[in-house]
């Protein structure tokens, strides 16, 4: 079965520093790879995603993401975080079956 | 707006009563999913439907029924509550993308509280 991995369960930036979340699957060939964003409250809401070609992807809110294949990983990263970037973020992969699986998140915090 | 619409928001329950969560969505999706989402532990799919007329069991099926009644409507059922059930739904939809690859589409979620 795939299984995703998002190592850091809390995170807290200073507003304006830079980001990056990790993301590492278990997957025999290369999935879709998603990452998502939930505000509190709310539902998720899609950022990037990645199915082939160039390893790195802009998304929305100015986040981007790099797939390593040899890594195994879909960290995001955003150079600038603003504070309204505070959420929890989600990795997902599809693994071309149209079944979706998630890591349990990474919650960011932005200190002024 | 088109999207994914799931009823009801919030729902109060005592152990061992049964309830049905609906969800609908307008985009013409093949796919529809159900997941739960509690703490720390992420999105875990409950069940699936790739089309209408198929259903198929997620990681974490036990305790739950669902019925995929048209296109547009994907609902999920507890026949006997239980307080491990107690937790955040959210229903979801995918359609085809251009590369073959889907995404998904998300409701605003339940909040379902099984005393």
């Known amino acids: 079965a795939q299984s995703v991995t998002q190592p850091d369960i809390h995170i807290t930036v200073s507003e304006g520093a830079s980001l990056e979340l990790r993301c590492n699957y278990s997957?025999?060939?290369?999935?879709?790879l998603f990452w998502y964003v939930q505000s509190p409250g709310q539902g998720l809401q899609l950022l990037l995603k990645?199915?082939?070609?160039?390893?790195l992807v802009q998304g929305i809110k100015g986040f981007e993401a790099e797939f390593k294949r040899s890594q195994s990983s879909f960290n995001l990263r955003k150079p600038s975080v603003h504070w309204s970037d505070a959420a929890e973020y989600f990795c997902?992969?599809?693994?071309?079956?149209?079944?979706?699986?998630f890591g349990s998140g990474t919650k960011l915090n932005v200190k002024p | 707006n088109a999207g994914v619409t799931q009823t009801p928001k919030f729902q109060v329950l005592k152990t061992g009563q049964s309830m049905t969560l609906q969800c609908a969505q307008d985009?013409?999706?093949?796919?529809m999913y159900w997941y739960r989402q509690d703490p720390g532990m992420g999105l875990r799919l409950i069940y699936y439907?790739?089309?209408?007329?198929?259903?198929d069991k997620g990681e974490v099926p036990n305790g739950y029924n669902v019925s995929r009644l048209n296109k547009r409507e994907f609902s999920l059922r507890l026949e006997s509550a239980a307080p491990s059930q107690t937790s955040v739904y959210f229903c979801?939809?995918?359609?085809?993308?251009?590369?073959?690859?889907?995404?998904?589409?998300f409701g605003a979620g339940s909040r379902l509280t099984v005393l």
């Open positions: 979801a939809s995918s359609g085809s993308g251009g590369t073959g690859a889907n995404v998904l589409t």
């Open positions: 997957y025999g060939a290369t999935p879709y």
């Open positions: 990645y199915f082939s070609g160039d390893t």
């Open positions: 997902a992969v599809d693994d071309n079956f149209n079944k979706f699986y």
């Open positions: 985009m013409n999706h093949n796919s």
């Open positions: 439907s790739a089309s209408e007329g198929t259903t």
